[in-house]
């Protein structure tokens, strides 16, 4: 009796596991891809060139994103992805210590937003109450930018 019991169970296991994991997925599609808008200061200009050159040699229709890191307390570092970035830069006379002005758009997809985006916002949190270093690390490919956090504006439509 047991062994048809199970094998009448199994299937229905199955629906429900089935069930469960489509309801999941719908569940996330259904979050909005949230709008990122990040400026920065910089005051290596050689480092923006760099940075600006891996930029500027990615075609226009690449599916790179950029991640930016925060490192936070304890050694430890807060990280999000941006998809579809869009990089300005401002450089202004007379030049003051912050040479560069880099501001990033793009876009946090709904996939990437549940884990990311909160503890990536406290640790800007921290740097806006001093209780870490204000230092951001923007990676694009193989090119690497230092930069200090100036603004952060998020927008989910």
């Known amino acids: 009796m047991t062994v048809k019991r199970f094998v009448l ?3 229905l296991g199955i629906v429900l596991v089935l069930l469960t994991s489509v ?4 569940a996330q599609s259904t979050l909005p891809d949230v709008d990122f808008l990040l400026m920065v200061d ?7 060139v760099r940075f600006q050159d891996e930029v500027i040699s990615t075609p226009r229709n690449s599916a790179r994103p950029v991640f930016i ?8 570092s807060r990280s999000i992805t941006v998809d579809e970035p869009h990089f300005t830069a401002e450089i202004s006379s007379p030049a ?3 040479l560069v002005k880099v501001t990033l758009a793009g876009k946090v997809t709904a996939a990437r937003t549940p884990g990311a985006l909160t503890p990536f916002q406290q640790a800007i ?3 806006q109450a001093g209780v870490i270093d204000n230092q951001l690390m923007l990676t694009y ?3 690497v930018l230092k930069a200090r956090f100036s ?7």
């Open 125 to 127: 949190f921290d740097i």
């Open 151 to 157: 603004y952060l504006k998020l927008n989910a439509p």
């Open 141 to 143: 490919g193989p090119a």
């Open 96 to 98: 003051s210590y912050d």
């Open 42 to 48: 910089l005051s290596v200009t050689d480092d923006w």
């Open 69 to 76: 890191t925060v490192v936070a307390r304890r050694g430890e």
């Open 9 to 11: 169970q199994l299937p």
């Open 23 to 26: 309801t999941l997925a719908r």
